[in-house]
């Protein structure tokens, strides 16, 4: 009797003493963000989708763009859907060749660009420094816990808008003149998976001032299938695409803007 009550003992306080030891081992802000950080450099592949709003504050008229993506990185290949007010722009990058049609027609045409797809590429991995930039500012970012998800926050404007000027939070190719103002309306939000410490969705948004006049720019992303997209297949009428003419190659540097977007809203990831 009194070895079985030893026993019981024994159990009882190893199951208290594991209870003590989880409670007491909560996970700080600074283990939560490096951990989410290093997480999202290590994705290879995903979906994402992605709504860009922007609006003109004179007249409040406000124009949206929606992307559809795939994407897997090594090899590279990527499926693109953009869904602009009067057409889609659909884009399939894989094996080095570059496929594009547009709505409502679809006619396939298809380009040898790997030097498009290196830089993409390139502006893939230079997303590292977004991440960067946030464990450096541990100080700075708000850390909470909501519904069995964290949301983390930029506090710091300065550092939102030095992502901007850095293009690391908007298109490469945006070189217009402008100034990103400091406001009530400027914020960078992720939404993280508890469990895995990989983001579900990013949202940011800013007043930025041109020549013409202030607009805000919110973009908004939901992650999916993060490292579980496998292959990127294409449909039979995209492989049968015919070689673009030269001439009527499609501008690069807005092919490039497509690519990059999808990115550049992860992490977003942040990506």
């Known amino acids: 009797m009194k070895r079985n009550l030893k026993k019981l003992l024994f159990v009882f306080f190893t199951i208290i003493s594991i209870m003590s030891y989880s409670k007491d081992f909560i996970p700080s802000k600074k283990e939560i963000i490096e951990k989410f950080t290093e997480n999202s450099k290590n994705i ?4 994402v989708v992605v709504e860009n709003a922007t609006t003109n504050k004179k ?7 929606y992307e559809e993506a795939s994407l897997i990185l090594e090899p590279f290949s990527m499926k693109l859907i953009v869904k602009l007010e009067s057409f889609d722009i659909h884009v399939y990058a894989k094996d080095g060749y570059i496929y594009t049609a547009e709505s409502p027609n679809l006619n396939w045409e298809k380009r040898i660009n790997q030097k498009m797809v290196k830089e993409f590429l390139a502006s893939v991995y230079n997303q590292n420094e977004v991440y960067d930039i946030l464990k450096n500012n541990i100080d700075k970012i708000e850390l909470e816990e909501i519904k069995g998800n964290y949301i983390i926050t930029i ?7 030095d992502l ?18 400091i406001d009530d309306e400027i914020f960078l939000k992720y939404i993280v998976d508890k469990k895995t410490l990989l983001p579900i969705a990013f949202i ?4 930025i001032s041109y020549e013409y006049g202030v607009e805000n720019l919110t973009v908004g992303a939901k992650y999916f299938n993060i490292n579980n997209v496998k292959r990127i297949t294409l449909p039979n009428e995209v492989k049968n ?6 001439e ?5 540097e807005y092919l490039n803007f497509l690519f990059s977007i999808v990115i550049k809203t992860f992490t977003s990831f942040l990506s």
């Open 59 to 65: 007249n409040n008229n406000t124009s949206i763009m």
């Open 44 to 47: 290879r592949s995903m979906d």
């Open 241 to 246: 695409a015919k070689l673009a003419k030269k």
């Open 248 to 252: 009527k190659v499609l501008n690069n």
């Open 164 to 181: 901007i000027e850095k293009h690391l939070l908007i298109g490469t190719i945006d070189d217009t003149p402008k100034k990103i103002l």
């Open 204 to 207: 940011f948004s800013a007043n």
């Open 155 to 161: 506090l710091d404007p300065y550092i939102i808008k």
